[in-house]
């Protein structure tokens, strides 16, 4: 919007020449969404706490897992509404309108949310949520939706990217369902990671720096081109996306670190796992984000080896799963869980960068 309204003004104005850059409003973006998560925090407090919307801890009858984490009961949840929130003004705020990347990727972030805050909603009220079928159904949906949208954008080629080899896979049509897969997909790896205070959000923040960086660089036809990666035009613009994204992180951190006064919730996890999911294809990078969102990885590979293994053999691969509460019952500290888990997602996102230059 600011874009709109001062850059015409430039040749009367020189200093709202400004505006034309990515750099200068996605910095804007991470400023103003940080800011609203700080100034609306009190009041966002103590509306969830007086609606009662509070975490019931449930761990699946893993009694030693409760009594590790039932201090957190009663703490409130769904603080995700507000990271939504904030993320959308400031995009919409510092964006180009006439971008399609970032309507799509809001709508990403609005559709999984709602499906995030309809399941919270469920589980506080109805003392259950959506079961694991109705979820990937919706998801699916969504996915479906808005791969149909993005695949009947002309401007946008449907191929697949690979690191290490130049060049691209043309899929179609079919393309809509890699979309709907990978957003499945990242919702649910990241909503997995979600169990420890600040594990999620953190590793998020590092994954959306990685990603603000490549949309820049894969919008920009001359930094494109000497890296061997596709060029998309226009995708530049996601990087004010992601730098919205992670201003209002770090805000979100400031009450969700260790000992957390906060949780983000299913509306949360689900729309931010979305849109890390949906920024990766869009600028055809999805490969990296299997590197760089190793724990993401590793996290839901935990839950689907340790249902195979229970049905295959009868008994557990991991004292429990998420990956995060196995090692909580090795006798890891929480704290000591989330930095380690910190450290590999900062060590992967440099292996993520480092393969730009191995094609």
């Known amino acids: 919007m600011v874009y709109h309204i001062f850059y015409p003004l430039a040749d009367k104005f020189f200093v709202f020449n400004v505006t034309k850059y990515i750099t200068f409003r ?25 609606l009662k919307i509070v975490e019931k801890v449930d761990m699946y009858g893993h009694i030693h897992l409760e009594s590790l984490h039932g201090g957190k009961r009663g703490t409130p949840t769904m603080g995700g509404i507000l990271m939504i929130f904030s993320i959308v003004v400031s995009t919409v ?18 559709s999984l949310g709602t499906l995030g805050l309809y399941d919270d909603l469920s589980k506080i009220r109805k003392s259950k949520g959506l079961t694991r079928y ?3 159904f919706w998801q699916a949906v969504i996915g479906i939706a808005l791969g149909i949208i993005l695949v009947s954008y002309k401007d946008f080629n449907t191929n697949w990217s690979f690191p290490f080899i ?98 983000m919730g299913d509306v949360g996890a689900l729309a931010l796992g979305g849109a890390i999911g949906a920024v990766s294809l869009f600028i055809k990078q999805e490969f990296l984000l299997f590197i760089s969102g190793g724990i993401f990885v590793a996290e839901a590979m ?32 929480e704290s000591k869980i989330i930095i380690r888990f910190w450290i590999v997602t900062i060590i992967c996102a440099v292996i993520a960068l480092l393969t730009l230059k191995l094609r």
């Not at 996605?26 to 007086?50: D, E, H, I, Q």
């Not at 590793?203 to 998309?232: E, M, Q, R």
Request: aromatic share 18%; charged share 10%.
């Open 26 to 50: 996605g910095g804007c973006a991470f400023v103003t969404s940080f800011f609203l998560v700080m100034a609306f925090w009190k009041f966002t407090l103590k509306r969830l706490k007086r």
């Open 93 to 110: 705020l510092w964006s180009r309108w006439d971008n399609i990347f970032i309507w799509l990727i809001v709508l990403v972030l609005l």
């Open 134 to 136: 109705q979820k990937l």
């Open 166 to 263: 130049k060049g691209a896979k043309d899929l179609g049509t079919f393309y809509i369902f890699w979309f709907t897969l990978m957003l499945i997909a990242t919702s649910n790896a990241v909503n997995f990671t979600d169990g420890l205070d600040g594990l999620a959000i953190g590793t998020l923040i590092i994954n959306f720096l990685i990603f603000g960086l490549l949309s820049y660089i894969v919008g920009h036809i001359k930094f494109a081109n000497y890296l061997f990666i596709p060029y998309i035009a226009h995708a530049g613009e996601l990087t004010v996306f992601c730098l919205a994204a992670i201003g209002a992180g770090l805000a979100f951190l400031w009450f969700n670190s260790f000992p957390a006064e906060v949780f």
């Open 302 to 333: 935990s839950v689907i080896l340790q249902i195979i293994w229970v049905k295959s053999k009868g008994k557990k691969l991991f004292k429990a799963a998420p990956l995060h509460h196995h090692f909580q019952l090795l006798g890891w500290e």
